[in-house]
């Protein structure tokens, strides 16, 4: 009888056993006993009795024994809350003693009881008394009855006792040993690593066997409807003769295919009502227990048992394949298939990757910054990326860090390595939203004069050599290793669209330049939600522009410089409200220091002062006048605005020529203009004055009408703080999270990468605060900025545009602060979507 004040109780159709109190395990075997299935009997130990067990107290074996009935053969398999947090192995066989051996060798035959037999003297010698292992192994060519032999005397040797005998001890030892295991440091760091608590509990399950060895058609296997790698409906699984548990699935050459077997010898061939019967069985469990199953079966002298079923292992492909499956054969909700993908396991989706079951040989690891895999030939300069590229080759870029000057490398590269810089470094926040796999803060050496990259072991790689990055694990990896392609099929686009119809906060793209406003189009972002126009500037010859600008002798000269850029900006303004089609477009005004357009070096300078017919002298004290100590909190973004006003107005004259062109051709346009760095409310007020004055001047001169929205970029704590004012000359407040952090935590977001590891590792921070948004401190900010802007303002958009906005914990918060949209990376897009529909879900 079942016994709750001995802690297990016995799985019947009726019967309190839950998730929380015994496990997933203990709850699944009980839907299956519900639905009729042949389940052994089945009993189920609680986390409180595992708990107690594994304290030294003791519990009365017989009882739990006699549940079975007369000298049953039984298992023990774990049962935690969740399975991925591991747990002991399975032991079968316990009961096994010379009794049993003698009496199964009558009904089995002797080689099938000395096979039961020797197999639980292995067992319980090295897994549950922790013998020496060596001393159980024997070779496939040793007869069994001498192994078995030879196995029993080993013990004794080992232990000074003949091996237990009574199935009480035998079962009262293995149920300790599997408790104790699982209260052990090692098993307890591994589940805490998967997101267990602390104070995960284990579970136990106590099934009578049935043998799958003997006479007749014996044997044991696995069997699901999918196919794991790419989620597709077809019968999988193994099956193996005269074997027991999964042993079918690490049997390689032995076992049969369910179906289809070259050699001829399938179980639909060989049993074809056991196989019906099973593959009935597997339809019953998909549909009934809402999930694609894989299920463990024995065949006893030809009669079925299930032993036990749990989620067919998947990859992301075919996880998100096999739930828009189960919700269009109405199994579940499209809800609870929007629920059930992992939003980040997208990102894997929609990059090519290193193939996980490729051997790999990992020489470095870095921060992963951008996800992805690449290969390809490594370069150190941009130059080069952009020679090889030109030859058709993919290229790496590696460089210490990377600067404004790379970002034409950057573009010609499959991959980015550095040495230095964090998740929200120039490399890292470039090749996010180019969608280039990118390393970071990597445990390498570079030396740009002989072209080579050393790693830790002292493995040098030379300029035009191949590797490979993996960009989602932050690995990188010796030669070149397989890829698999990106997937955008039926069911991913099938599961996007029920997250659209269903979520209730706005995601937009971080596009800068055509081809990612395209991307962002493709990833069906609702707009742009930051332009970084600075980004323009890099491309072609407009650098050379933008460096006589920065060396003009008089206001003229500025002036006239600036004036050739106009038409640059105009037609990539034109551009990019082309692509979005009506779709708003936040346009950034410029915001980095203006020093990032100068050449870091000597050669630089040189090339530079040819070009510009200066002296060298002239251009290098012209370099050392702009360079600051701190360029991040210098004169950048509004501040230069301010200082040098003739970069705004031309700004803002192009991106309202470029809307009365768009709009003349396509829907109308009313462009978002945004102020980056603010402070101070007077900052506002200015720009807006100046921004006004423009658009009545290019209004005056076409004679046409527009209209445009002004907003501010809140990336200082102080405009956090005083958005009340700030909102009552903006329409809409877009929270820069990157500088928002750096400035809120005064920590520099290109050097953090150094010293971060070592501050998530010691607890300091939780997480790095430029990945993962820190709630307590800048969320702080948001949510005081939000609050105050609102009050001031009731009809004010919020949004957030730093990197933090497509990570899918930053849009929960986002979302109960009442914002109306977050801003990413392209490729990020689809991740927010459906991190956002999981919210509303
Ligand atoms: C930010 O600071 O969060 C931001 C989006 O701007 P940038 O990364 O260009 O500084
Ligand atoms: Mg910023």
Redesign the pocket.
Known sequence: QESDILGFTRIRRVAPVSVATHGGRAKCLQRLIRLDLPVPDTVALSFDAVHRLAEGQSFDMQALLRVFGDAPLLSVRPSSEDPDWGGPGAVLNIGMNDARHAALARTHGKEAADSLYLRFVQTFSVHVERLDPEVFEFDKSTPVAEALKAALTAHEDETDEPFPQDPAVQLGQVLRSMARAWEGTSARLLRQAKGAPADAGLGLIVQAMALGLGPGESGAGVIQLIDSDTGEPMIKGRYLRQAQGREALTANGDAMYLTQDERGCSLEEAEPELFAQLVATSGLCRSRLREEMQVEFTIENGRLAILDAVRAPRSSRAALRAAVQLAEDGIIPKEEAICRVPARSLTELLHPQVDPSAPREVIARGIAASPGGAVGRIVFSSSAAQSFEARGEHCILVRRETTPDDIRGMHASVGILTERGGVTSHAA?IARGMGVPCVVGASIRINSRERTLTFEDGYTLSEGEILTLDGAKGEVIRGAVEMLPPVKDHWYLQLMDWADAIRDIGVRANADTPADAAMARDFKAQGIG?C?TEHMFFEGDRLTVMREMIFAATNEDRIEAISRLLPMQRSDFIELFRIMEGLPVCIRLF?PPLHEFLPADREGAKELAEALDLPLSDVTRRIEWLSEFNPMLGMRGVRLGITFPEIYEMQARAIFEATIEASKHGAPVVPEIMIPLVSAKREVELVKTQIDAVAAAVKNATRSEFTYRLGVMV?TPRAALRAGEIAQHAAFLSF?????TQMAYGLSRDDAGRFMNAYVQQGVFPEDPFHMLDFDGVGELLKIGAERGRAARPDLTLAV??EHGGNPESIAFCRDAGFDYVSCSPFRVPVARLAAAQLAA
């Open positions: 926040v930051l970084r915001d990336e820069g999270t990157n500088d928002l545009c730093g």
